[in-house]
């Protein structure tokens, strides 16, 4: 669990970078990933948290 939300923390980050950086043809993709990476990372945690994963 530890490993995907590194990667889904590091693939909100470069979303966020890149309209700083000019990029702005993802608009429309961070729209909507930024939101559902935050609420995988969530859900997972409070899985980890209760045990519901064995």
Aim: aromatic share 6%; no cysteine.
């Amino acid at each position: 669990m530890a490993k995907l939300t590194a990667w889904l923390v590091t693939l909100v980050g470069v979303l966020l970078v890149l309209p700083l950086l000019g990029v702005s043809q993802l608009d429309a993709l961070s729209k909507w990933l930024i939101p559902l990476a935050v609420l995988v990372i969530g859900i997972g945690k409070l899985v980890r948290n209760y045990k519901l994963m064995k």
